[in-house]
Nanobody, 116 residues
């Protein structure tokens, strides 16, 4: 499974961005897709995930109510709509996919920079 993320950039605090992650290959083997982020000098942090089969979602408390994860109609693309962005949201965002309980596949990161 290959994952290709896009949509990062520079935005002012309070603004919005939408990240996309396109999955290709043996996508039928995956059932959850998600986003993590890593800020400079910090550990990688779980942001959100979605079950490709039933659409159930989970969010980190730090983004709940501001970020929304969703999939496209073919369920091979996952989106992360980020609203009311804060400077502390600045990080490299990476998409990932699982075949079971572990995150197995990772895409390259996309940088999100939020200016104050």
């Amino acid at each position: 499974v290959q994952l290709q993320a896009s949509g990062g950039g520079l935005v002012q605090a309070g603004g919005s961005l939408r990240l996309s992650c396109a999955a290709s290959g043996r996508t039928f083997s995956t059932y959850r897709m998600g986003w993590f982020r890593q800020a400079p000098g910090k550990e990688r942090e779980f942001i959100a995930s979605i079950n490709r089969n039933d659409g159930s979602t989970y969010y980190a408390d730090s983004v709940k109510g501001r970020f929304t994860i969703s999939t496209g109609s073919a369920k091979n693309t996952v989106y992360l709509q980020m609203n009311v962005l804060k400077p502390e949201d600045t990080a490299v965002y990476s998409c990932t996919a699982s075949t079971g309980s572990n995150w197995v596949y990772w895409g390259q990161g996309t940088l999100v920079t939020v200016s104050s």
